[in-house]
Antibody, heavy 119, light 110 residues
């Protein structure tokens, strides 16, 4: 069955860095766009970034542009989010999700990993 | 793109129908039929309920339906059941080649 498992979350100080990973199984990872979506505690969903199946096309939300980098390794069925210059407002559960194409729905989500930015 | 606007809460009795609105702009909902709806129970990941405005994924109850008019999309839940109590988010593709979510609506079954 389809599985997306995020890892790499934790507690980091403001200005610090963290790298999130998402390992996929149960489907042909290389056929899908992938995305990161976050949810601050008690708040709504916020789209963060997406990457095309071959890494050709990448997009970021304005709130993370220049600080976060999305990447993928299809041979390892893995998606990554490198986060630098972290701010308190980046505190959230980070979900990875898949979609067939950029405009298509997020049809399967992982369970999320919590990132806490605090001094 | 600013978040799409949803009512904070909607409630209904078992068996009733409720409708959740999702208002955007001509740069997102108004320009694309790529509107999706997600259901999120506490502590769980969101689940896709409706895509492409009105299409139901396999396994989603027929009680869930979607529509769109202009810059506003809507999700209707008919025959409301206790298990439908959750937070619902709309989402749309945008003219900036990004995605935007709604502010979320908490559905309460009275």
């Amino acid at each position: 069955q389809v599985q997306l498992v995020e890892s790499g979350g934790g507690l980091v100080k403001p200005g610090g860095s963290l790298r999130l990973s998402c390992v996929a199984s149960g489907f042909t990872f290389a056929d899908y766009y992938m995305t990161w979506i976050r949810q601050a505690p008690g708040k709504g969903l916020e789209w963060v970034s997406d990457i095309s199946s071959s890494s050709t096309y990448i997009n970021y939300a304005d709130s993370v542009e220049g600080r976060f980098t999305i990447s993928r390794a299809n041979a390892k069925n893995s998606l990554y989010l490198q986060m630098h210059s972290l701010r308190v407002e980046d505190t959230a559960v980070y979900y990875c999700a898949r979609m067939r194409l950029q405009w298509e729905p997020f049809d399967f989500w992982g369970q999320g990993t919590l990132v806490t930015v605090s001094s | 793109h600013s978040a799409l606007t949803q009512p904070a809460s909607v409630s209904g009795s078992p068996g009733q129908s409720i409708t959740i609105s999702c208002t955007g702009t001509s740069s997102d909902i108004g320009n694309y039929n790529y509107v999706s709806w997600y259901q999120q129970h506490p502590g769980k990941a969101p689940k896709l309920m409706i895509h492409d405005v009105s299409k139901r994924p396999s396994g989603v109850s027929y009680r869930f339906s979607g529509s769109k008019s202009g810059n506003t999309a809507s999700l209707t839940i008919s025959g409301l059941q206790a298990e439908d109590e959750a937070v619902y988010y709309c989402s749309s593709y945008t003219s900036s080649s990004t995605s935007v979510f709604g502010t979320g609506t908490r559905v309460t079954v009275l």
